[in-house]
Structure formats: C-alpha cells, structure tokens
C-alpha cells in the first residue's frame, strides 16, 4: 500500500515534463515540488480526506470492489468531512462495470412539494438575500442515502452494515482534528453558534471553536448511521430520520414534509458519452450541465494538435479559451429531464463542434456579447468527489455535495447531521440577472419534485473496453474545465495523473467576459500576446479538489503494467491517494 497527503499550505506546481523536464509554466510560479502519483497493485482510492480514503482502501483489501468502497468512503466522507461530504445531499455517480457497461446514477435532491417558483422573491419580483441559502427553506429532500443503498444492491459485494461500520465507528469513538478539519469548521463557527444541534456538535462545550489535536466526537451522527446499518434507507425516507428532519424543518420555518421523504427515488441514467483521441468518455447528463459541457469542449478541441502546439503555448490557449466560452454560452436551456427537452445530441455532435471550430479566429477573442445568450448558474464550489477502481474492473467517479459548505448551516434535529441549501442551485428569478450579473434560465426553474441543475461531472475514460481513468472536482461553475485540465493533462501531454491534478488551471465560462487563470498558468509574453487579441486575465487563487486515478500505468497510452496511480489536489490539504 502506498499512500501520499499533504500538510496544509499553499500550492503551486513545479511539473515534471514526460521527459523529466520542468514545465515551465511563468514568472509567478508556482512552487510545489513535483511527487510521483501512488500506486496500487490491486485498486486505488483518491478522496479529500485521507481518513476516508484509508477506509475504501481498506474495503477493497478486504475484497470488497469499487462500489463497495465508494459506499463506504461516501458515508466516511458525511463523517470526517462534513462540510461537504453528507447525508443531507446529494450527488452524482459515473460507473463501470467490468462488462464494459458505463451508468450513470442521479441521487440529487429534489425541491420539496411545497416549493413554488416565487419562493425566493419579495412582492417587486427582487429575490430575497440569503433565503435560499441559510436555513431551513433552503432545503432540498437529500438524496445520498437512497443512492448510496441503490448502488450497493446492485453492484456492490458486500452487505451495508459492513461497508457502514468503519464510518459508524469514526462518528461514535471520534478522531483527531487536523489543521484542514479545523479550517473547515472554522468557515461557519458564526452559523454553528445560531443553531442549537449544531452548537452541540460543532462548538466544544464551553461554546468556543475547536482546535486542532481535538477528539472530536458525533454521537448523534453515529446512532443515525447505525439506524441506516441496520433498517436500510426506509428508516430515513419512512421512518424516524425522515420525521425528525421534518419536525425540526417545520419548527425552523421550513417547508419539508413527510411525503416529500416517501415520494425521493434515485435515478439510473445514460451517461452523456463523447469520444476524445481514441478514449471514450463516460460523464454527467442532465440534470447536470457538466459533461455536456466537458464534451462539447473536448469536441472542439479534438480538431486542433494540442501536443504539437505545447502545454499553454499561445495559440493553445487561444483555442481551449475560445472552446470553453462557445461551450458556455451554449448551456441554454438545460435541466432537469423530467422536466425539460434537453438538446445534449446537438451540443455534443461532433458536426456541430467542426462549426463552432470553423468560426473561431485563429488570433483575435471572440466577444462574448456576439455569442448567443447562455446561462450559468451560481453554483457553489464548495463540494466534494472521489475516484476508485479495484482489479476486477469497476471504476467509480462520485462528486456529492451539501452545495455550500455546511449546506443551509442547520442540522437535522437530533439526527447530528447538516441539511442542503441546494434550492439556491435553482433560477431564483429567471430572465433576471442575480447579484453576480449572471442570468438565470426558465428550464431550471423552482417546482415541485424537480432536481437543480448542477455542473458536476463525475467522469470515467475507457479505452478496448476497460476503464483507463475516474475524475472530477468540486468547484461549481469551474468543474468542467478543472476536469478537462487534467484529461487534457493525461490525454494530450503524457503527464501522470498527480501532474495533471497539479497542473495550474485556465477557466473561461462566457459571462464574465474574462478568463481566470491560476498563478502561473500563462507565461508572461503569452498572457500579453493574448492581451493584444483582445482577452482579458484575472489572476485567481488556486480552485477546486481534483481526485483522479489511472489504470494500467503511471501515463496513460504505454504498456499496461496492471497497477494503479492515484493523484489528490494539493490545493486543499487532508486529502489522499491510497492504493491497494
């Protein structure tokens, strides 16, 4: 077992090229040395939290695969990373099989049957600040619960009290709180002390934040994970969990009921399919707007020779530039399937990506005023994912989220755990723009049972019918670019996997009309060339938490060597790449 986590500080890669040499990426750069992905004999587990990802590891030393792992990680996650990992959300999961067959499964939540597409606006049709993202109605039914349960009846090995009872033991005996745990709790210290089941938790009892070296302990937490162990997820949709969370909602000025817990199913999808350089891409449908937009940009890019051109030359980030604003400017009219006519054969036609590739100008920026009016929604970035493969061939994407971190900022009664705000991923008030200027869209529209729109992608990349490669990231709005940087890194210019998580990261998403850029993404005189052409940079710290793996080789496209090769985000510390 290998295994690599990184203390916290500030990140910023000094790549090694395939040949060994340094990737020079500018004058403010970053300085991160570079380190060799993990490796695995028998699968690998990358998550956020390093706890988290001894437990899949564990699971699959045990003989558990993929799924049985990414069950237990997802509950591990509620545990020792609250602030995103949860029972009170939901996500999304990318899947395949050892047959070949690629699945997609929906556990998102839905608006509450009481929701209306006003709810959020005052009498003059302004919306109402912070409504939909603090307290109780901004809740959504969450979802993790039923999709973690569909996913282990289906593919899964083991039974559920097996894959609970490493989470269920962390809530019940308590672990140490390391810096990034007390940096997370630290974001919300404010909120924990204004509700009281969170101040029981959240605070020590003295009312003061905690400290890192802290036990911390969530007894509450461990009797709900218990009751799921044992009862499945009737007793959370059916039974006391759900009733619970529907008292405190009602109590709190919420619009939960009852029935909104018994009508939540899961759904199993399509995945949204494109094919890029000879590998296959498995990603999100609607109701996420991200792996159609990662397809379509991959589309676009698919006619230009990237390698040749150079990692970040000037006339490839001209092209990736361009393809991601086109690509931004065409969410439109995106949602929730059951809802919406969602035109995903179009936006990812390679016909259509050779027409968006013939308009592009080979040295000037397209204004994005000239592009027809898209839509992004104000997504939070402030989620989490995961990546798994095991030896028998299942490889598992998984990017689940409270939305912002500790969702609404309220816990469930005495169920120890923090609810969603995703009603704020809904339009507030489509056609007007909210306080960021972005407009929203009437296809993601507040209604009963609906699912907001989301841009996560979890993404799996499969080449002669096996899984080669499981990623994605937090980062709302930014998660389709942060995960093509890192296919694009594996893909197209030869890197390991921890390279191309490392790698500094360009993102451009049609309105604004400026492209943000990590530190030392851009080398000097391409920045002012591209400057000249008309574009527009503004420098950003370092975004999102990439969790990737490979199969077959430390790079994708040589001889497989049967092993595995995690790479985590050093962006964020707590995380890791544990293999098996």
């Not at 509950?75 to 029972?87: E, F, S, T």
């Not at 676009?300 to 990736?320: C, F, K, M, N, P």
């Not at 969410?331 to 308009?359: E, M, T």
């Not at 592009?371 to 299942?394: C, F, N, V, W």
């Amino acid at each position: 077992m290998t295994a690599g986590t990184m203390l916290c500080g500030t990140i910023a890669p000094a790549i090694a090229a395939p040949g060994g040499d340094a990737l020079n990426f500018g004058d403010a750069r970053l300085t991160l040395p570079s380190i060799p992905p993990a490796v695995g004999e028998h699968g690998m587990v990358v998550s956020a939290q390093h706890l988290a990802s001894e437990i899949g590891a564990e699971i699959l030393r045990q003989g558990g695969n993929a799924i049985d792992a990414a069950v237990a990680v997802g509950y591990a996650l509620a545990v020792v990373y609250p602030a995103a990992g949860n029972i009170g959300g939901g996500g999304f999961m990318t899947l395949r099989t050892p047959d070949g067959q690629a699945i997609f499964v929906d556990f998102r939540e839905h608006a509450p049957k009481a929701a209306t597409e006003s709810m959020y606006r005052n009498e003059q049709g302004g919306v109402i600040p912070e409504l939909s993202v603090t307290g109780w109605k901004a809740v959504a039914v969450p979802g993790t619960v039923a999709g973690l349960d569909l996913v282990l009846r289906k593919w899964g090995s083991m039974p559920r009290a097996r894959v609970m009872a490493p989470a269920i033991a962390l809530a019940r005996n308590g672990y140490v709180l390391a810096e990034n745990d007390v940096w997370l709790l630290n974001t919300s210290i404010k909120e924990f002390a204004e509700d009281p089941y969170a101040a029981k938790i959240f605070l020590r009892p003295d009312g003061t934040p905690f400290r890192v070296g802290d036990h911390f302990v969530q007894t509450d937490l461990a009797k709900t994970l218990q009751l799921i162990a044992d009862h499945g997820p009737d007793v959370f949709y059916h039974g006391p969990i759900a009733d619970e969370i529907v008292r405190a909602s009602q109590k709190g000025g919420g619009i939960l009921q009852r029935a909104d817990f018994e009508a939540y199913k899961p759904r199993v999808l399509s995945p949204v399919t494109c094919n890029y350089r000879g590998y296959r891409i498995d990603t999100a449908p609607p109701p996420s707007g991200g792996g159609v937009a990662l397809c379509e940009i991959l589309d676009i890019l698919s006619g230009y020779d990237l390698r040749t051109e150079g990692l970040y030359s000037t006339v490839a980030a001209h092209q990736e530039i361009e393809a991601m604003r086109h690509t931004y400017s065409d969410r439109r009219d995106l949602g929730d399937p059951d809802f919406v006519k969602n035109p995903v054969a179009h936006l990812i036609d390679p016909a259509y990506a050779a027409q968006v590739r013939s308009g592009i100008p080979a040295d000037k920026a397209v204004p994005s005023a000239m592009l027809t009016p898209g839509r992004a929604e104000p997504e939070k970035q402030e989620t989490t994912h995961y990546s798994i493969m095991d030896r028998s061939g299942y490889a598992v994407a998984v990017t689940y989220t409270l939305n912002g971190w500790f969702g609404a900022k309220v816990v469930g009664g005495s169920t120890g755990f923090f609810l969603n705000d995703e009603m704020d991923d809904f339009s507030s008030a489509p056609g007007v723009p909210n306080m960021f200027g972005i407009v929203g869209s009437k296809a993601n529209a507040i209604a009963p049972g609906k699912t907001p729109l989301s841009s996560m992608s979890p993404t799996i990349l499969s080449k002669d019918g096996k899984a080669v490669m499981a990623i994605g990231s937090p980062g709302g709005s930014r998660i389709p670019t942060i995960t093509l940087a890192a296919i694009l890194g594996v893909v197209d210019y030869g890197m390991t996997i921890q390279n191309a998580i490392d790698m500094p990261r360009i993102h451009e998403q049609w309105q604004p009309d400026i492209v943000e850029i990590e530190p030392g993404a851009l080398k000097t005189d391409v920045i002012e060339t591209l400057e000249a052409e008309g574009y527009q940079f503004s420098v950003h710290q370092p975004w999102g938490s990439a969790e990737g793996v490979l199969a077959g080789g430390p790079r994708l496209g040589g001889k497989s060597d049967g092993k595995y090769y995690g790479g985590f985000d050093r962006r964020h510390s707590g995380g890791s790449a544990v293999g098996e």
